[in-house]
């Protein structure tokens, strides 16, 4: 699995955070959105893409059923990431210290 920082280009009034492509596989996150957050949003949005994606990637390989309707599975989707990254920026969790210490300007 390889992951890409990439422009994902314009889509008008949508917004493409991330993508997910079978063919590597590849997850490529925006790099238009990514440079519109502050320093210290970036690791909790590239954590919430990259997790979202992998959602995508465990259907593709058949490890999680397909949801037949785009819109759930897309909700799926996101409360994967939700679940994944809950832990990591979490203020009160056991992960807080080290999420704390997660230094994204390296």
Not at 5 to 32: K, Q, T
Not at 64 to 90: K, M, Q, W
Not at 95 to 102: E, Q
């Amino acid at each position: 699995m390889k992951i890409e920082i990439a422009d994902l280009g314009d889509w008008g009034e949508a917004v493409l955070r991330s993508e997910y492509d079978p063919d590597g596989p590849v997850i490529r996150v925006n790099s238009r959105v990514l440079e519109r957050l502050l320093p210290e949003e970036q690791a909790e949005f590239l954590a919430r893409a990259i997790a979202h994606e992998y959602y995508h990637h465990l259907e593709h390989t058949g490890a999680i059923p397909v949801i037949a309707h785009r819109a759930a599975r897309e909700r799926a989707a996101d409360a994967y990431a939700d679940c994944g990254t809950s832990l990591l920026f979490d203020t009160s969790g056991p992960l807080a210290s080290a999420s704390r210490s997660f230094d994204t300007s390296r």
